[in-house]
């Protein structure tokens, strides 16, 4: 599905300064570090600087630091001359110059190992490459963007990364916060996901039930916006009616508020036993709802045998209201 054009979706006011901190740097040249968990949307965010840049209409492209063999790293950074080892038929200009003039994002740029982070440094430095197997280095109009869910200062600290690399890369850090930061993106990225896929997969669904709302904004989204985007885009798959409810949600993301309903309705005043029963009987026909009935699957998620389920629901039946 095309995204590339994309703004990032977003009703939090750590959205909205990001995204104003990010207008402010694009139209500058100036390296740009993009940090935060994986999910967050640095990849989005790269692409949203490079189109409100005076760069757009030129080049954009992506290098995937994590994805390069170590053996070649070099020559696909910066392209090697024809003849410079065996293979090497043709003259390649390897991802530096094929941004001539537009912007390299360079994804992951924690898993560069030092020799590449020695090049890249002095890229950023003088602005030339020297291609494997060229005598004279080339100058070349790059902007870099790099981006990464590590911590660099602290890999620098530990000679993991090369420190002055650090601070050329971190002229401007722009930090991506982790969805559970953010609480107000979590239902405007759910919508904007739920029509988007919708429409994708040629189904009416038109909103989410309070209760698939409640377990949404309890979810901690450790996976962040990504883990977000595919919890929406199988409900919306599984979901039978217009509506997503919470039975069409991940079930671990329908758990953290099943469970919490299952506890407050268990800490009315009473004995311990009944809070335990009231705890049980909640938790059981919620999982059972969640299951559409289905015993073995209700079994699975609790780890029970589907013979434990029949005994349970006859001891501690009918299903609470
Ligand atoms: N604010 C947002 N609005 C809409 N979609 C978003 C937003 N943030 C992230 N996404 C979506 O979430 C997914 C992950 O985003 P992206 O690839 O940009 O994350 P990332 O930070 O680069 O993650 P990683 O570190 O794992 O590479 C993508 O499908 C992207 O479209
Ligand atoms: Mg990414």
Known sequence: MREANETLVGASGALRRLLEDADVVAPRDATVLLTGESGTGKEMLARYIHRQSRRAGEPYVTCDCAALSPALIESELFGFRRGAFTGAVRDSPGYFASSQGGTLFLDEVGELDLRAQARLLRFLEDRTVVPVGAVSPCRLDVRVIAATNRDLEGMSRKGEFREDLFYRLNVVNLHVRPLRERPDDV?????????????????????????????????????????????????????????????????????????????????????????????????????LRDAKGNREEAARRLSLTVHQIKYLVKKLGPAPQ
């Open 187 to 287: 239902m405007a990225c759910a919508e904007h996901f739920r029509t988007r896929f919708a429409v994708a997969h040629a189904k009416t669904v038109v909103g989410f039930t309070p209760q698939a709302a409640a377990a949404l904004a309890a979810w901690h989204w450790p996976g962040n916006v990504r883990e977000l985007r595919n919890a929406v885009e199988r409900a919306v798959l599984l979901c039978r009616g217009t509506w997503i409810d919470r039975a069409d949600l991940p079930p671990r993301v329908a758990a953290g508020t099943r469970l919490r309903e299952a506890l407050a309705d268990a800490c009315e005043e009473g004995s311990f036993a009944g809070s335990t029963e009231r705890f049980q009987r909640r938790l059981l026909f919620s999982v």
